[in-house]
């Protein structure tokens, strides 16, 4: 039975880790898809802003090398700035990704921890209470023996008591009539 209660413990926690897990995946897919659909939406705007400012500005500045030199830095700070951006932005999603795993392993280590302490804590409430029991019997049995052993001492000494003044009295008459025959 403790084998039958030890995998029904098991498959209960595989089964709720497992529901956790498939709960938290579908939640980080979504989370994940959202920042990302955010992202693009950001990239998409902050692309098309670019787009048309750097359209206007190319327009002012088509003529002279000055100016073409710098679209050229414009257009490298910009590279170098969305590089950083996009660089940025995946750290982050991914820092998030590991503190949500580490939530998450945290979170079922919890849940293996409460489910293993209770059979321990029942376990180890049965084993005290087992040796108080025998504890109990033991200290039972011993004043039942010291009891018992009193009280055989105590009709012995009775005993030899009563045979020391049954020989003294049987003395005392064999004394009284040998005393009668001398006389």
């Not at 039975?1 to 995946?25: K, M, P, S």
């Amino acid at each position: 039975q403790r084998h039958r209660l030890g995998q029904a413990v098991d498959f209960r926690r595989e089964n709720l880790l497992t529901c956790h897990f498939y709960i938290w995946i579908d939640q980080h897919q979504q989370s994940h898809e959202a920042r990302l659909g955010h992202r693009l939406a950001i990239l998409h705007y902050d692309s098309t802003l670019y787009r048309r400012v750097f359209a206007v500005w190319r327009g002012k500045t088509r003529l002279s090398q000055q100016d073409r030199q710098r679209m050229d830095d414009a257009v490298d700070s910009d590279y170098h700035r969305l590089c950083t951006l996009a660089w940025c932005k995946w750290r982050e999603s991914f820092q998030t990704a590991l503190a949500l795993d580490e939530a998450w392993r945290r979170a079922s280590e919890h849940d293996r921890r409460k489910l293993l302490l209770k059979p321990w804590l029942a376990w180890r409430k049965f084993a005290l209470r087992r040796r108080k029991c025998k504890m109990n019997e033991i200290k039972a049995a011993s004043h039942c023996s010291r009891h018992l052993s009193s009280q055989v001492i105590c009709e012995w000494r009775a005993h030899q008591l009563c045979m020391k003044k049954r020989r003294e009295a049987a003395a005392a008459i064999a004394q009284h009539r040998q005393h009668q025959l001398v006389q």
